[in-house]
C-alpha cells in the first residue's frame, strides 16, 4: 500500500528500545486541560525489554512484558511502569539468558550444561512462555495481564505489581485463551482457546467465568465451557486472537492460517524451533464463519464461508432484524501477517520499511452480513435485505452461504477527512477542499485501520456508529482515526514524527451521545523535543486534542489496555 506520509528519519526505531522499569511514578507535565471527570488509569501491555544481555529477541510479539500506567487525579497526571514478574522474565534475569522460547525466539539450552544434559533438555516437552505482553482485563476484582498461551498473570493495578501466575487449564478445558475476552457489563467475561475435541480432533472451546458473587469465592473457580466450535482440520486449529459476542449470538471466524500442532509437538522437542516455525497457510479453504447461540449454547448449522483473509481484531459485533452484522479488521490474503513483524524488518530503514509491507497482505476494514433465517426456496439469491449495506450473502446449491462484504475502510480509496477547527492539515496528504465544510477536505485515505475501540460499554454488541482505530503505514503506526461506520466519514489526528498507540475511548459519565468523552493514547515522539514520550488526550467528537502530559522517558510499543474508572 501507497503512502503519502514519509519517515525518513526513522523515529518510529524508538519504539522497540529497551527501558528500564520506574522505582516509583513520576509526575507528567501536563498542557491543555484535563478534564475533571477524568479520574482513573490508563493501564497498558506491551514489550520493554528486546534482548537479554546479548542474546537478542526477534519478534515483534517476543520483548518481556512492560505494564505501563498513567494515574489521573485532580487533573494531575503521573507516569508509572514496572516489568511483569513472569517465569519467563524472572529466569531471564536469573540466568542472564532468554530461557523460554517465545513467539519468533529460540530458547537454546543453557551453554553451561554439559552435552548429555543439553540433549536430554530437548526431550523434556513442550514449556510454554507465560510473557503477559499483549492486554489486561479484570475478572472480579482482580486484574490479569495476558499472553495468548494457557497462563495468564494477576497484577496489583494500583502498584503494578506481580501477584502469581495463573494456569486457566487447571480450570476449563483449553491449551490457550485469546488475549481479548469479552467483558460484559455485570463482569461476565467470554474467551475463546482451541482444545482437543472428540475423537482427540482439534476444537475451539467458548469459555465463562461469572462476575463476582456474594460468597466472594474467585470467580475463575467457576468458569465453564458454554459451546465447542468444531475445527475445519482435525489437526490443524486456526491462529484465534479475537471473536464476536452480542446479546444472544457468539461469532467465531476461522481464518486460513492455521498451527500445525504436529510440527509444534516434535520439532519443539527434537530441534530448535519457535511458535512462528508452526505456523502456516491453507490456501484454499478461505474463511469459515461459525455462529451459536450464547444462551442455550447450540450451535447454529448454517456454513458460511468467504474469501481468505487474515483477522487479528473484531471491531463490532450485533443483531439486526434476523441478520448478525460483524465488522472486521482483515489482511487480504492466506499468508500470515506476523511474517513481517519480525524486529528487523520494523527496525529497517524507512525505504526497506515500505518494501517489506508492500508485500504483506494489505488491509481493509469490512462489514459482514450473516443471515440467520435460511430457506432453501432462496438458493441463489441473496439474503441479505438490510437497506443500508451492500454487504450480500448468497445461498448456494451446497447450501453453503457466500458472503461478500461492504468494505468501510480501505487504502487506496477517496473519503472525507474533516480538521479540527484549530488543527492543522498535514500538507503532504494530497486533498481537494470539501465543497461545504469549511473544516474538511476530500482526501486520499492510503492507510491501515487496526486496534480498533468503540463505546465498548454502551455499544459493545449493539448498533453503533463509531469506531476509533490506530492508522498503520507500512505497519507504523503514525496517526489515530475515528471512522463512522455508516457514512464512512473520516477524522484524522496526526503530527510529524509521532508514533501514537491504540485509542482507549472513555465516555463521559454523564454523556448524551455515543461519542461524548476523549481519547487516550500513549505518543512516542523522539524528534519533537527533550520530551521523547506523552499521553495524548483527544476529543472524541471532532480528534481536537484537548490536553497532553509529556513524561522524559521513552515509552516503547504497547499493545492493548484499557481504562479503569477511580
Not at 514478574?85 to 536469573?94: E, F, K, L, N, P
Amino acid at each position: 500500500m501507497y503512502s503519502q506520509v514519509e519517515h525518513p528519519a526513522g523515529g518510529y526505531k524508538k519504539l522497540f528500545e529497551t527501558v528500564e522499569e520506574l522505582s516509583s511514578p513520576v509526575t507528567a507535565h501536563v498542557t491543555g486541560r484535563i478534564p475533571t471527570w477524568l479520574r482513573g488509569s490508563l493501564l497498558r501491555c506491551g514489550p520493554g525489554l528486546f534482548e537479554v544481555g546479548a542474546e537478542p529477541f526477534y519478534h515483534l510479539f517476543d520483548g518481556q512484558a512492560l505494564l505501563h500506567k498513567f494515574d489521573f487525579k485532580e487533573g494531575h497526571v503521573t507516569y508509572h511502569r514496572r516489568f511483569v514478574r513472569t517465569d519467563a522474565y524472572v529466569r531471564a534475569m536469573t540466568e542472564k539468558r532468554i530461557v523460554i522460547t517465545e513467539f519468533g525466539t529460540y530458547a537454546y539450552p543453557d551453554p553451561c550444561k554439559n552435552i548429555f544434559s543439553r540433549f536430554f533438555s530437548y526431550f523434556k516437552g513442550v514449556e510454554v512462555t507465560d510473557n503477559a505482553l499483549v492486554n489486561v482485563y479484570p475478572v472480579g476484582e482482580d486484574y490479569y495481564a495476558c499472553t495468548e498461551t494457557n497462563f495468564i498473570t494477576k497484577i496489583n493495578p494500583d502498584t503494578l505489581e506481580t501477584i502469581k501466575q495463573v494456569d486457566l487449564c487447571k480450570y476449563v478445558s483449553i491449551n490457550g485463551a485469546t488475549a481479548h475476552p469479552h467483558v460484559e457489563n455485570d463482569g461476565t467475561v467470554y474467551n475463546i482457546g482451541n482444545c482437543f475435541g472428540k475423537n482427540f480432533a482439534l476444537a475451539y472451546n467458548i469459555i465463562r467465568i461469572p462476575p463476582l458473587q456474594a460468597d466472594k469465592e474467585d470467580p475463575m473457580n467457576k468458569s465453564e465451557v458454554v459451546v465447542q466450535f468444531p475445527c475445519s482440520d482435525r489437526f490443524k486449529p486456526s491462529y484465534v486472537h479475537s471473536f464476536g459476542l452480542t446479546s444472544n449470538y457468539i461469532v467465531f471466524v476461522e481464518t486460513p492460517v492455521k498451527i500445525n500442532l504436529l510440527k509444534f509437538l516434535s520439532s519443539w522437542s527434537l530441534w530448535g524451533a519457535n511458535y512462528m516455525d508452526c505456523f502456516e497457510s491453507n490456501e484454499t479453504m478461505g474463511v469459515w464463519l461459525h455462529v451459536a447461540e450464547k444462551k442455550k449454547g447450540r450451535l447454529l448449522n448454517i456454513k458460511y464461508r468467504t474469501s481468505a483473509f487474515n483477522l487479528f481484531h473484531h471491531i463490532n459485533t450485533y443483531e439486526d432484524n434476523g441478520f448478525l452484522i460483524v465488522d472486521l479488521c482483515t489482511w487480504k490474503g492466506f499468508e500470515f501477517v506476523y511474517n513481517y513483524l519480525y524486529l528487523a524488518n520494523l527496525r529497517a530503514n524507512w525505504d526497506e520499511v515500505k518494501r517489506q509491507a508492500e508485500k504483506a497482505p494489505q488491509p481493509e476494514a469490512r462489514r459482514y452480513v450473516l443471515p440467520l433465517n435460511i430457506d432453501k426456496a432462496d438458493t441463489g439469491k441473496n439474503l441479505v435485505t438490510l437497506p443500508y449495506t451492500t454487504a450480500t450473502a448468497t445461498l448456494r446449491s451446497d447450501e453453503t452461504i457466500w458472503l461478500e462484504p461492504e468494505v468501510i475502510f480501505s487504502g487506496p480509496r477517496h473519503g472525507t477527512m474533516t480538521t479540527p477547527k484549530h488543527s492543522q492539515r498535514d500538507a503532504s496528504t494530497p486533498c481537494t477542499p470539501h465543497p461545504t465544510n469549511p473544516y474538511a477536505y476530500i482526501i486520499f485515505f492510503i492507510v491501515a485501520f487496526e486496534f480498533p475501540q468503540i463505546n465498548y460499554k454502551k455499544y459493545g454488541g449493539k448498533p453503533y456508529t463509531y469506531t476509533y482505530g490506530l492508522g498503520l503505514n507500512h505497519f507504523v503506526p503514525d496517526r489515530l482515526c475515528k471512522l463512522n461506520v455508516k457514512t464512512k466519514e473520516t477524522w484524522v489526528w496526526q503530527e510529524p514524527d509521532s508514533y501514537p498507540s491504540e485509542p482507549i475511548f472513555v465516555s463521559h459519565p454523564d454523556a448524551l451521545e455515543e461519542d461524548d468523552g476523549v481519547v487516550l493514547s500513549i505518543v512516542v515522539s523522539p524528534g519533537a523535543g527533550p520530551k521523547p514520550a506523552y499521553l495524548l488526550i483527544l476529543n472524541a467528537k471532532d480528534m481536537s486534542e484537548v490536553a497532553r502530559a509529556e513524561v522524559e522517558v521513552n515509552i516503547p510499543v504497547t499493545f492493548h489496555g484499557l481504562f479503569k474508572r477511580a
